[in-house]
């Protein structure tokens, strides 16, 4: 329910504040915890948004409560996280108020960048005992497992392999990803 009160209340917003990362994120939170449903629900909400400048190639964000993104280096084959997970606020709808940070990233050239929800990261077989997350080791070794491959493949194999970490069970929080790449350009 608190998702379905986010999306409306977003399309309250008005279009110039999308620009302002933190402006945007504090204007959410404030309108979640003013809203009755969310607060009635005890719950709260991650969110990690961004502003792609397809010019300047960077990424200007700001997160809730949320991961942060991943950036496969494609030159040194590596995946390195874009900030620290202290770069962003609270999660939303805890408390009205809240200030939010925005940090900008600039994307080097041939790299792939990664925004996913913890469901992602969370997927585990739940009738295990030990068992292990899927976690962002299991993001990373895909993406540079990956890493010769286009995003669909690269997406698809994401999914697929989390999916076998969870013994076919299945993710049992809600998933979301967004992969795009920088051309060497």
Not at 18 to 39: G, H, K, M, P
Not at 67 to 78: C, G, K
Not at 102 to 124: E, H, N, Q, V
Request: proline share 6%.
């Amino acid at each position: 329910m608190a998702i379905m009160a986010m999306h409306t209340l977003i399309r309250m917003l008005p279009g110039e504040v999308y620009r302002d990362t933190a402006r945007f994120v504090a204007e959410i939170n404030q309108r979640l915890c003013e809203n009755s449903i969310v607060q009635n629900g005890e719950g709260f909400i991650t969110l990690f948004y961004a502003a792609l400048d397809t010019v300047d190639h960077t990424m200007t964000w700001t997160s809730a409560g949320h991961p942060p993104a991943l950036v496969q280096r494609r030159d040194s084959n590596e995946v390195l996280p874009v900030g620290r997970d202290s770069d962003g606020g609270e999660p939303l709808g805890i408390a009205p108020g809240m200030d939010y940070p925005s940090k900008t990233y600039s994307i080097p050239p041939g790299s792939r960048l990664l925004i996913y929800s913890d469901g992602l990261a969370d997927a585990f077989p739940v009738e295990q005992d030990g068992c292990r997350a899927f976690g962002v080791p299991g993001i990373v070794q895909t993406l540079l497992a990956c890493g010769s491959q286009d995003l669909e493949h690269t997406l698809d194999q994401l999914f697929q392999a989390s999916l076998g970490c969870t013994a076919g069970q299945g993710r049992h929080d809600d998933t979301s990803v967004v992969l795009v790449e920088r051309h060497m350009n």
